[in-house]
């Protein structure tokens, strides 16, 4: 298994999982060339995806998905509750090919097994996923207010772990926000702190930890360097090891071993 991003934040958000010939994306907030341009530097184009997994209706996870699926026949694959939401972006002539996942039960598309969870935030019915080869765990969590027991019982144990660092309290609290937007992203059903987030981790087991990326930082409310350290921490590494998930370049291909 390895997995890339094509770009964390809140202007656009997609991630691709390749097993054998199977590559899914989580996600998909850019438009059809846009996303294509970023698939290239992969060395993928979007006839190589084989499926679409859609976390929630906001704009940066779902925006671009269903142009592209449309265009090139892609699966994708959602919950009831987000498919109610996402039909505004749906092409005015299409035949798309959508599956609706219960957010508890996993599901394969050939050769990856997704294992979806439901976890709190401002959407109609979000989840997050852990993707496995039968050997590798990939685990990914973004877009969540807080942690529950339940995601912490679905990351714990991975291999590989793409977690979201979206501000720093401080930060947002003093930075450029309205009071009501500050209140958004700062509560319970908004986007994770950086402490909260290695709080998070900290209560995980990461014996099995071989890639751990930070994701879906706000430009305006944290740095990279805020968020590394804070990772490095709670799992007792070096700063150097924790990846950074960013908005233009998200991250090249990390295998797991």
């Not at 530097?41 to 592209?68: C, M, Q, S, W, Y």
């Not at 979806?116 to 590798?136: K, L, T």
């Amino acid at each position: 298994m390895r997995f890339a991003s094509l770009g964390s934040g809140s202007a656009g958000n997609a991630l691709v999982v390749e097993v054998n010939q199977t590559r899914l994306m989580l996600d998909c907030g850019f438009n059809v060339k846009e996303t294509s341009a970023r698939l290239a530097r992969l060395n993928l184009t979007p006839g190589d995806i084989t499926g679409i997994v859609i976390t929630h209706e906001h704009d940066d996870h779902a925006g671009g998905a269903f142009k592209l699926a449309a265009k090139y026949r892609i699966p994708v694959w959602l919950t009831y509750g987000t498919l109610k939401m996402v039909t505004r972006y749906f092409p005015n002539q299409h035949d798309l090919q959508l599956h609706v996942v219960d957010s508890h039960t996993a599901f394969a598309i050939a050769d990856i097994e997704v294992q979806p969870y439901p976890v709190p935030h401002d959407a109609r019915e979000p989840i997050q996923c852990v993707f496995s080869d039968g050997n590798s765990t990939l685990g990914v969590l973004t877009d969540v207010g807080r942690s529950t027991p339940h995601i912490e019982d679905k990351l714990s144990g991975c291999n590989a772990l793409v977690l979201e660092c979206n501000h720093d309290a401080s930060m947002l609290q003093s930075g450029p926000y309205s009071w009501a937007l500050k209140k958004r992203v700062g509560g319970d059903l908004g986007h994770l702190e950086n402490s909260d987030s290695a709080n998070l981790l900290s209560k995980l087991d990461n014996s099995k930890l071989q890639h751990m990326v930070a994701a879906h930082l706000s430009a305006k409310n944290n740095t990279p360097l805020l968020a590394k350290s804070a990772l490095a921490k709670a799992l007792g590494c070096e700063m150097d090891w924790i990846g950074v998930a960013d908005q233009l370049q998200g991250f090249d291909w990390r295998s797991l071993t």
